[in-house]
């Protein structure tokens, strides 16, 4: 097995590798200087704490305005505290969900797919350390990362919220949203998509599309890197299953 699948297998995150597309002068972001955006939410292009941080403007307002609000609905009203009671009476919104876009975050100068997979990996979970939001009771927290020129599109989810929001699920909805995140095509359609399957997923609302289909789809503890064709473009599907070594 290839180095990188195995970081991956050990490191719990879905990723998919976008084709890539060259831009010239993009600023580049780190784990430690990425804002925060419930504390730094000014330089996430926000006017008041939010679970969206959208630094490079990415986003039109309108899209920002609308994930915003989809956003906070489903953290504080739409989605059931999972954890104890104890933990739920002192404080009982539901899971919550963070989106985090960038341009670019660095990667050195080697931009092998090995490199942009171990990169992505690592700035988004050094993210979730660093950050401990403090509504994170019980490792129930989600976060969605994009990447435009690195073309990454990542989903990593606590210990709790992955009992729900299972790999498979993750694979399944990011694949059904992953033209979205094609040149020239309106990501905020992509982004609002998974959150509201994620949203149904949390809620015991969503049916599998293997469901759908008549039947369930298999899947064993470990899943292969599965290729296949967007628009006549490959894209790389790795989804793995977090070991408890991150949040233990």
Request: aromatic share 10%; glycine share 6%.
């Amino acid at each position: 097995m290839p180095h990188s699948t195995m970081l991956l297998a050990h490191l719990g995150i879905y990723l998919i590798l976008l084709p890539t597309f060259l831009y010239a002068d993009i600023p580049v972001w780190r784990a430690d200087n990425y804002p925060h955006p419930r504390n730094q939410y000014v330089l996430c292009k926000q006017n008041k704490p939010e679970w969206l941080c959208d630094p490079d403007g990415l986003l039109d307002n309108n899209a920002k305005d609308i994930l915003n609000l989809v956003l906070e609905e489903m953290n504080v009203k739409y989605t059931l505290c999972p954890c104890s009671a104890w933990e739920c009476e002192s404080n009982s919104g539901g899971y919550y969900t963070s989106v985090i876009l960038a341009k670019k975050i660095e990667t050195g100068t080697n931009t092998s797919q090995a490199a942009l997979l171990n990169n992505a990996i690592g700035f988004v979970s050094e993210l979730d350390k660093r950050w401990s939001f403090k509504e994170d009771r019980c490792e129930e927290g989600i976060i969605l990362f994009y990447s435009r020129d690195d073309n990454t599109l990542l989903t990593y989810s606590g210990k709790t919220a992955r009992k729900v929001l299972t790999p498979e699920l993750i694979r399944e909805i990011t694949e059904k949203a992953g033209q979205h995140f094609l040149p020239d095509e309106n990501i905020s359609v992509g982004l609002l998509k998974m959150v509201g399957d994620y949203r149904q997923v949390l809620n015991n609302h969503y049916v599998p599309q293997s469901k759908h289909l008549g039947g369930e789809e298999l899947i064993g503890s470990t899943i292969r890197p599965l290729p296949y064709i967007f628009l006549h473009l490959f894209l790389l599907v790795l989804s793995v299953t977090l070991f408890s070594f991150l949040g233990n």
